[in-house]
């Protein structure tokens, strides 16, 4: 199983980027798909999550301004961020927890997008 992101770049603060994960590879079924964050020398943070029904979980620092939603017949999760802040700067993680068969799960990461937001 492989997780691919993309979508990061540079945008000035108000700005909108939007983010996309695909999950590739042996996949009987994908459960809960969600985006992280981290900066140097801080730990990765979760930013929004989205379960396989379609509910929503968000970080407070991002309500309001950022939007998750999830494609299943692609097994791809996107991230509208919109009202980009500088402290939004970070890599951007995809995360996925993924069964490749009905009896087993297992947790996957992507590789990174850099987000970089200028003032």
């Known amino acids: 199983v492989q997780l691919q992101a993309s979508g990061g770049g540079l945008v000035q603060a108000g700005g909108s980027l939007r983010l996309s994960c695909v999950a590739s590879?042996?996949?009987?079924?994908?459960?809960?798909m969600g985006w992280y964050r981290q900066v140097p020398g801080k730990q990765r943070e979760l930013v929004a999550r989205?379960?396989?029904?379609?509910?929503?979980n968000y970080a407070d620092f991002v309500k309001d301004r950022f939007t998750i939603s999830r494609d299943n017949a692609k097994n791809t999760i996107y991230l509208q961020m919109n009202s980009l802040k500088p402290e939004d700067t970070a890599v951007y993680y995809c995360?996925?927890?993924?069964?490749?068969?009905?009896?087993?799960?297992?947790?996957?990461w992507g590789q990174g997008t850099q987000v970089t937001v200028s003032s």
């Open positions: 989205i379960d396989r029904g379609g509910g929503t």
């Open positions: 590879g042996s996949i009987f079924w994908a459960n809960a």
């Open positions: 995360a996925a927890d993924i069964s490749q068969s009905p009896w087993d799960r297992d947790d996957y």
